[in-house]
């Protein structure tokens, strides 16, 4: 597979309602779209990284940065024989996680294409369709809260994710429990605590939740092991979890009983993938996380969390939840049983939309 030519493009797109984290509030989410050609085709991929540099150190910025100057450079015009041909001309580029999965994605979209086979079939998934849930940010107040989650539960979604921070916990989380008793439920906090104020959670052990995930920095695998040993609900690592080494050491010292993967996070499919298969093997569930991904990022999840160590939903839902418009003519949508089907044409499936993404396009570059 030569790649002869990369067009960058950077998307601002609009929410349809604002999105709050412990790290801040996203009104429009950025992201980089890559469109690849390739022996006649025309293959994409998501750079997940955001605007702000509130979930990880990149940004934007920097992955446009990255990927310009560092990573298409080593890779265009030069036979990739495989993803892990791949990654390995894209290893001396130390982290940037997120570039380098959304050059990955390109990758397979072509393969799939030129092979015509679609991703879940290339990556050995199974099924046509994955259990999924909504990831329900911080409102003004609980009872609106409760209000959010009754309206995401008529609209079918069967497991809802609520954000956390400090002041804005124990009472929201009580809340939409007492209203919702049987309602599978589970929290983020973004980081947002230290060991000590982490245990002012210990209440929601009480709540039935499915896991609490990432209370503590993301470089601080010490403290969530510390933390999870205090804790019956199993603590779920997302932003420490970057390489498929931090996965094996945090299951090694029991930082955490579940782990939340996102291609992006950990540099691409390829090692997504790889700690699906350690914990598959550890006996540790795994579930797709998400960031805010367009429909092209979505197709790759679903694909994704068709592998068989995905046991909880994801956080995938369907495109109305996200953006005022996206930019694939595809439209996900849910299906009654709380799962959205996996697209099944070649590679990832999705076909641009091409006066949407000129809507949102806010920069554009072409290497050759
Ligand atoms: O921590 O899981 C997170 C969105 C952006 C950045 C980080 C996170 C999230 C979400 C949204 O929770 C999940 C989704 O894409 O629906
Ligand atoms: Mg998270």
Not at 94 to 105: D, F, S, V, Y
Not at 143 to 163: A, F, N, S, T
Request: glycine share 10%; with cysteine; hydrophobic share 40%.
């Amino acid at each position: 597979m030569i790649i002869s030519q990369i067009t960058l493009y950077h998307l601002r797109m609009r929410l349809q309602t604002p999105f709050e984290t412990s790290f801040g509030i996203t009104h429009d989410r950025e992201c980089i779209l890559l469109e690849a050609r390739a022996e006649g085709l025309a293959g994409y991929g998501e750079c997940v990284a955001d605007r702000d540099p509130g979930y990880s150190y990149e940004t934007s910025g920097t992955a446009w940065h990255i990927l310009q100057e560092f990573l298409i450079p080593q890779i265009i015009n030069t036979d990739l024989l495989s993803a892990e041909d791949l990654q390995n001309r894209m290893a001396q580029v130390r982290g940037h996680q997120m570039a380098k999965a959304g050059l990955e994605m390109v990758y397979w979209d072509l393969r799939g294409k030129s092979e015509n086979r679609n991703l879940q079939d290339l990556i050995g998934g199974k099924g046509d369709r994955v259990q999924v849930g909504v990831s329900v940010g911080i409102q003004e107040n609980s009872r609106i809260l409760v209000g959010v989650v009754e309206d995401y539960q008529e609209q079918g979604y069967g497991r809802v994710k609520l954000k956390i921070k400090p002041g804005r916990d124990i009472s929201d989380v009580t809340a939409v429990r007492s209203a919702y008793p049987d309602l599978r439920l589970q929290v983020d906090a973004n980081s947002a605590y230290e060991i000590e104020s982490a245990m002012g959670l210990l209440p929601l052990d009480e709540l039935g939740l499915l896991m609490i995930e990432q209370p503590l920095a993301e470089d601080d695998l010490w403290d969530h092991r510390q933390l999870q040993a205090e804790f019956k609900t199993a603590i779920c690592l997302d932003e420490s979890i970057v390489t498929v080494r931090h996965a094996r050491q945090a299951l090694e010292m029991g930082a955490c009983r579940v782990v939340n993967i996102k291609a992006g996070r950990v540099g691409g499919l390829n090692q997504a993938i790889a700690i699906h298969n350690l914990c598959i093997g550890k006996g540790v569930p795994v579930w797709c996380g998400g960031m805010l991904e367009t429909g092209v990022g979505r197709a790759a999840n679903l694909a994704l969390a068709s592998l068989p160590g995905f046991v909880f939903p994801g956080d995938i839902s369907a495109t109305d939840r996200y953006y005022e418009e996206d930019i694939t003519q595809e439209r996900f949508v849910l299906n009654p049983d709380s799962t959205i089907t996996i697209p099944d044409a070649p590679g990832l499936g999705i076909s641009i939309d091409f006066q949407a993404l000129k809507r949102a396009t806010i920069n554009k570059i072409t290497i050759h």
